[in-house]
């Protein structure tokens, strides 16, 4: 059986200020300052959390990276 496509989602928190992750690779959890951190710690942890939670034997894994921040427009 083929398991669906893993993702990663990035999202801010304006409250928080701070990007938190949302994502179906097992044991993923991820909070950053910026963006940029965010997708160190990913690029770091999801190999990490797919070989130790998600049975992957393969060495390359695709997945799908999304970020999403809510913003304003100053119309003039």
């Not at 049975?55 to 304003?72: G, I, L, M, W, Y």
Request: hydrophobic share 45%; net charge negative; aromatic share 10%.
């Amino acid at each position: 059986m083929r398991k669906p496509p893993y993702f990663v989602k990035a999202s801010w928190d304006d409250q928080a200020k701070v990007w938190y992750s949302n994502s179906n690779i097992p044991g993923l959890v991820i909070e950053a300052d910026t963006l940029a951190e965010f997708e160190r710690l990913m690029n770091e942890l999801a190999p990490e959390m797919l070989s130790a939670n998600a049975d992957v034997h393969q060495v390359n894994v695709p997945f799908e990276f999304s970020a999403c921040q809510k913003r304003e427009l100053a119309v003039a």
